[in-house]
């Protein structure tokens, strides 16, 4: 494996396409290969349902979602020091977020 170093720091691999693998690499394409890495006609990509609604959300734009008097309310309760965290509630909730993934809840 040929490795070089270019200017911005990242390596930049290279591969070899002879056959001992030691010889510097072509730069001439081969139409033979070209074609075999060429996308099919018939390749499909499904997306899950999951992936299908945050698709969407991000599709439409829509921000009513967001109630943005009680994220002001949030933001001033953070900012004057008046804002109280819950530890047991955060707690309890990643718990079950744990137990819908999957896990066992028990640490």
């Known amino acids: ?29 081969n139409p033979a290969d070209s074609a075999a890495t060429a996308p099919k006609a018939d390749d499909q990509l499904k997306l899950t349902d999951s992936a299908l609604a945050l698709q969407e959300a991000a599709r439409t734009g829509d921000t009513s979602a967001i ?17 109280k965290v819950d530890a047991g509630r955060i707690a309890d909730r990643m718990l079950a977020l744990e137990q819908q993934l999957g896990g066992t809840g028990k640490a």
């Open 1 to 29: 494996m040929n490795t070089t170093i270019p200017n911005n720091g990242l390596p930049k691999f290279t591969q070899a396409t002879g056959s001992s693998g030691n010889g510097p690499a072509t730069t001439a394409a």
């Open 67 to 83: 109630d943005s008097q009680r994220v002001e309310q949030l933001r001033q309760a953070v900012a004057d020091g008046s804002y």
